[in-house]
């Protein structure tokens, strides 16, 4: 078999994910996606850390005309992001893996808050680790939650899903002849102004030279090859 390349891996899933057609929640899509999570742990042996995005239930910008404080806004959508946390680490206690879910925002009552010290003897103990709450911080995304907690944990690599098959020179949705990109320096995809992350995320990534996969979310069950350094989606280091 061949030798794995990454040993702590942060794996950023949209809020999409978890929706219907990207919206609202799907207890079906949660269930599936811990079976996933639960495979790529087990085959690979690897620590797991998990950032979970609300874009299927708030984003802040979805009130940006309707005279909203963004502050709040963007509080929601936080909040949005403890939701499909709480549906995801249920779904995975039920098929028996040991999980913690750390949020940015304090909410003692529903999960443990985020402490880099704590996060770490979870890794120890081989839980998965659920971050929710995003940074805590209104204005920022959940791109930028995986950036940090990746660079703070000392994971090795993060596994962007997304719901196309990697980095392209253009939108792939919009243009057919799009072509995708197998491997990417950061530097060439800020030069081509590629969309792998939001700015702060990524920027974040490329000054402390956290590798990223971008891939499709519909191939999760491949993963195993992105970790042992196989080609797979777009890497981007
Ligand atoms: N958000 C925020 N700060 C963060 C992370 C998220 O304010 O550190 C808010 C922001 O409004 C964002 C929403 O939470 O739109 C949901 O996160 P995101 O859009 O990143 O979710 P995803 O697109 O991954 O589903």
């Keep these: 078999m061949a030798k794995l390349k990454y040993k702590r891996v942060l794996l950023k899933i949209s809020g999409e994910v978890f929706g219907e057609n990207g919206k609202g929640i799907s207890l079906a899509a949660y269930e599936q996606m811990a079976k996933q999570i639960v495979k790529i742990k087990k085959e690979n042996k690897i620590d797991l850390a998990v950032v979970v995005g609300g874009g299927n239930i708030f984003r802040g910008r979805f009130a940006e005309k309707s005279g909203f404080d963004m502050a709040v806004a963007h509080q929601m959508g936080m909040i949005s992001t403890v939701i499909n946390g709480l549906a995801l680490q249920q779904c995975l206690e039920k098929i028996g893996e040991q999980t913690r879910m750390m949020t940015a925002i304090r909410m003692d009552a529903v ?3 985020y402490l880099r010290r704590k996060a770490l003897d979870h890794f120890e103990k081989g839980k998965i680790v659920i971050f929710a709450g995003g940074t ?14 990746a660079c703070e944990v000392g994971c090795d690599l ?6 196309v098959d990697g980095v ?6 919009k243009f ?13 995809a800020i030069e081509k102004d590629l969309n792998v992350m939001d700015a702060t995320a990524f920027a974040l990534c490329a000054e402390n030279k956290k590798p990223i996969i971008v891939f499709n979310v519909k191939k ?16 981007v280091n």
């Design 220 to 235: 999760l069950n491949d993963i195993s090859k992105a970790l042992k350094g196989e080609p797979f989606g777009t890497l």
């Design 136 to 149: 805590g911080n209104p204005f920022f995304t959940t791109d930028s939650a995986a950036a940090l907690r």
């Design 158 to 163: 993060i596994l962007k899903a997304t719901n």
């Design 176 to 188: 057919s002849g799009a072509k995708l990109y197998k491997k990417i320096s950061y530097r060439e």
């Design 111 to 113: 999960a443990e808050p």
């Design 168 to 173: 392209y020179d253009k939108d792939p949705n």
